[in-house]
């Protein structure tokens, strides 16, 4: 017996589709592929909160100094350690996503970022040789700060905000007492890598 189709009513119509709608969602679709073939997105929200977390700590320490060798030492130990964690971060944040710390957007933020830290290092060395210590917390958040600025315009949209930040914090430095200058290391490299390494964790994927 031959098998019979099941008769559509007369009165069906078929569902007009939105051709406005799914235009829409083509597009946020392209900007999203192109967004993450074009930026680095391993920028770690984890271990920005742990590198702030130690910068609190070392800022503690280092107010217990006075503006000399110790107290130089004791923030050069915390360049070093939130090196490591930034650096073992953004591996482990890379690999979970798939995505190779030697691509093409990977490339471009290290090259953005690069420049200005060099140039922080270099004016550090010349500081330190004339002992200019109480003028070094300002140079190195502005430095850092512009590093950030230029490595993030290939990063996410939120890392250029915490540059411009560190800057704005960095300036002030040499305008407040000399004693501020802890307290603003803690409240940069400390309170915004916390603040902001929360909003990347939560929103980039951790």
């Known amino acids: 017996m031959a098998k019979t189709s099941p008769i559509k009513p007369e009165n069906e119509t078929p569902v007009p589709v939105n051709l406005g709608e799914r ?14 073939s074009t930026s680095f997105t391993a920028v770690p929200g984890y271990g ?5 977390v130690t910068a609190i ?7 217990q100094q006075d503006y ?10 915390e360049a070093c350690l939130a090196f ?41 060395l010349g500081l330190w040789r004339y002992e200019y210590y109480d003028m070094m917390p300002g140079v190195w958040m502005l430095c850092y700060g512009a590093a950030v ?20 914090v960095g300036a002030a430095a040499f305008a407040l007492p000399l004693s501020f200058g802890n ?4 409240a940069s490299f400390g309170l915004l890598h916390i603040v902001f390494g929360a909003i990347i964790a939560r929103r980039y994927g951790g």
């Open 149 to 168: 600025v230029s490595g993030g315009g290939f990063s996410v949209r939120v890392i250029p905000i915490l540059g411009w930040l560190f800057m704005a």
């Open 183 to 186: 307290y603003l290391m803690a």
């Open 23 to 36: 235009a829409a969602d083509n597009l946020a679709f392209i900007r999203a592929t192109m967004e993450r």
């Open 84 to 124: 490591a964690i930034g650096l073992l971060a953004m591996w482990q944040k890379s690999r979970l996503a798939n995505e190779s710390l030697l691509s093409t957007p990977a490339k471009k933020f290290a090259l953005g970022f690069g420049p200005a830290l060099a140039s922080g290092v270099a004016i550090t």
């Open 57 to 63: 700590v070392t800022a503690y320490i280092a107010a």
């Open 48 to 52: 920005g909160m742990l590198m702030g």
């Open 68 to 77: 000399r060798i110790g107290w130089l030492q004791v923030w050069l130990v």
